[in-house]
């Protein structure tokens, strides 16, 4: 009904960048807060940002974990149903897998219903 598909993951040098994207697709009727999480080897899940429906705009308010403030940015396309994380600065520590998350209405549905991607790869080595 609805999917989430995630690309940009891989293999980065410690200090360098990846930007991460998630596209939503389906029978989508609206989409309210977009975000990333992350989990280690051997860890639990964790939020990594999130970014809030920002009505009419893309500038819904934004949240992240404090290890990742001033290094990672989150945004979104409301008109590609899209979520990106720009991470810059990237350290040994972030390496994990990523997921994308989405809080949808689906179309002809009167719920909310939370939808996960399948994750991509994440490794900051040398």
């Known amino acids: 009904q609805v999917q989430l598909v995630e690309s940009g993951g891989g293999l980065v040098q410690p200090g360098g960048s990846l930007r991460l994207s998630c596209a939503a697709s389906?029978?989508?009727?609206?989409?309210?807060?977009m975000s990333w999480y992350r989990q280690a080897p051997g860890k639990e899940r964790e939020l990594v940002a999130s970014?809030?429906?920002?009505?009419?705009?893309?500038?819904?308010?934004?949240n992240y974990r404090d290890s990742v403030k001033g290094r990672f940015t989150i945004s979104r396309d409301n008109a590609k149903n899209t979520v990106y994380l720009q991470m810059n600065s990237l350290k040994p520590e972030d390496t994990a897998v990523y997921y994308c998350?989405?809080?949808?209405?689906?179309?002809?549905?009167?719920?909310?219903?939370?939808?996960w991607g399948q994750g991509t790869q994440v490794t900051v080595s040398s």
């Open positions: 389906g029978r989508i009727f609206s989409i309210n807060t």
């Open positions: 970014v809030a429906s920002g009505g009419s705009t893309n500038y819904g308010s934004t």
């Open positions: 998350n989405m809080f949808v209405k689906p179309t002809g549905w009167s719920v909310w219903r939370n939808y």
